[in-house]
């Protein structure tokens, strides 16, 4: 898939459309489902202004994780769009909106099949906000662990840990809902833990870690 990616983005640059086609038909499921973590019911409109800076930067795209830099411009947009409204990320949409993105063709590498479901998707937005992040990075998203650092401005160490803390934690919570313990779903999604907002504090920048 790297192999595919990298080869559409040389294509995409010498003007193939349907190379281009292909980068959007690729990337877009996973960054929708990221934004909608960051911005809600916006995320259509920031993933579309996200596309339109993609298209245009493009040709000065010179190498390293496509990926990568895809979610940066995405993620810049988002914050971008949450100072203009001057407020913090929510999900004013709790999980229907993510749910209807998990039902499209999964796309992202690396993505776990329990994460497509309605109760993790659900549940995501109850870690706290660096390990949500860190989760969706790297387990919707696809990125690996440098990748996700350099788009959080972390280590890579920090991203992989905040990713295994969250994925440990998503798992009890799961196994906790399997058990009929948690009720969650649209109308039983569980409280987000104390301090932190439904979806992620990112409008505020964290200082890099170290």
Do not use: K
Not at 1 to 26: C, I, K, N, W
Not at 29 to 38: C, D
Not at 49 to 69: C, H, K, N, V, Y
């Amino acid at each position: 898939m790297t192999g595919d990616l990298s080869e559409a983005v040389s294509a995409a640059q010498g003007g193939d459309e349907d190379a281009f086609r292909f980068l959007y038909r690729t990337l877009q499921p996973g960054l929708l489902r990221y934004l909608t973590a960051l911005v809600g019911a916006d995320a259509e409109d920031v993933a579309s202004e996200s596309w339109l800076q993609i298209s245009r930067d493009l040709p000065t795209f010179t190498g390293g994780e496509f990926r990568a830099w895809v979610v940066t411009i995405a993620r810049n947009r988002a914050m971008d769009h949450l100072r203009r409204l001057r407020r913090r990320p929510a999900l004013p949409v709790p999980v229907q909106a993510l749910v209807h993105l998990a039902s499209d063709a999964d796309t992202a590498e690396g993505a776990s099949e329990t994460i497509g479901t309605e109760t993790a998707l659900a549940l995501i937005a109850t870690l706290p906000p660096r390990e949500a992040e860190a989760v969706l990075l790297r387990a919707v998203v696809g990125l690996d662990a440098g990748s996700a650092g350099r788009v959080l401005g972390r280590r890579a160490g920090a991203v992989r840990t905040a990713a295994h803390r969250g994925l440990r934690r998503l798992a009890a919570l799961l196994e906790r809902a399997d058990s009929g313990e948690l009720p969650v779903g649209v109308d039983g999604v569980p409280p987000p833990r104390t301090g932190s907002s439904p979806a992620f504090r990112a409008s505020r920048t964290e200082p890099a870690d170290g």
